[in-house]
């Protein structure tokens, strides 16, 4: 039971470059979410997905996409990524009202 | 949507003291309320959480909170302080009627030897 995983863990690009940071989870949870953490600022919600096939914006999702693919699997995506878009971003999962279980991050860098 | 202050940035404590940091909310309906801790370079990790009931909820490591409705708050609390608890600490807010969940910016504690 490997809970939830995030691939890469380090991730460096070029501005304008387009990456997909891949998040998947094996407790058969229905809702997954994508945050971002910067210093000063915790962890700010980029997009969730309350259950298969749906997803939701969250407080800052402008620059990103996400794809909910399967129940196990929740995908963020960068288009043209920023020098803004340089951050710690997590994923994680939770069943109904109950405790989210995160990741351990994805570090991006944009140059 | 929700949202969650934490008034601490930073808080240094000496070990052996205690320790209480801070939490308000705000949402319009009954909110879940949870502390998450993150050692550097890790992810989060549940400390307690409150959905209902009796409004002091035990959680991991010592580590208590309590639920005040009138304040808006969710203090968490421990008596005496152990080096091994300098981390950042985070207070979140779930919303009972949608899925959202909003963090606070995190108070991070020093503990001093």
């Known amino acids: 039971n490997a809970g939830v995983t995030q691939t890469p863990k380090f991730q460096v690009l070029k501005t304008g470059q387009s990456m997909t940071l891949q998040c998947a989870q094996d407790?058969?949870?229905?809702?997954m979410y994508w945050y971002r953490q910067d210093p000063g600022m915790g962890l700010r919600l980029i997009y969730y997905?309350?259950?298969?096939?749906?997803?939701d914006k969250g407080e800052v999702p402008n620059g990103y996409n996400v794809s909910r693919l399967n129940k196990r699997e929740f995908s963020l995506r960068l288009e043209s990524a920023a020098p803004s878009q340089t951050s710690v971003y997590f994923c994680?999962?939770?069943?109904?009202?109950?405790?989210?279980?995160f990741g351990p991050g994805t570090r991006l860098t944009v140059t | 949507a929700q949202s969650v202050t934490q008034p601490d940035i930073h808080i240094t404590v000496s070990e052996g003291a205690s320790l209480e940091l801070r939490c308000n909310y705000s949402?319009?309906?009954?909110?879940?309320l949870f502390w998450y801790v993150q050692s550097p370079g890790q992810g989060l990790q549940l400390l307690l959480k409150?959905?209902?009931?009796?409004?002091l909820v035990q959680g991991i490591k010592g580590f208590e909170a309590e639920f005040k409705r009138s304040q808006s708050s969710f203090n968490l609390r421990k008596p005496s302080v152990h080096w091994s608890d300098a981390a950042e600490y985070f207070c979140a807010v779930g919303a009972s009627l949608n899925n959202d969940m909003r963090f606070g910016a995190g108070t991070r504690l020093t503990v001093k030897p």
């Open positions: 997905s309350a259950s298969e096939g749906t997803t």
């Open positions: 407790m058969n949870h229905n809702s």
């Open positions: 409150y959905f209902s009931g009796d409004t």
């Open positions: 949402y319009g309906a009954t909110p879940y």
């Open positions: 994680a999962s939770k069943e109904r009202a109950y405790e989210q279980y």
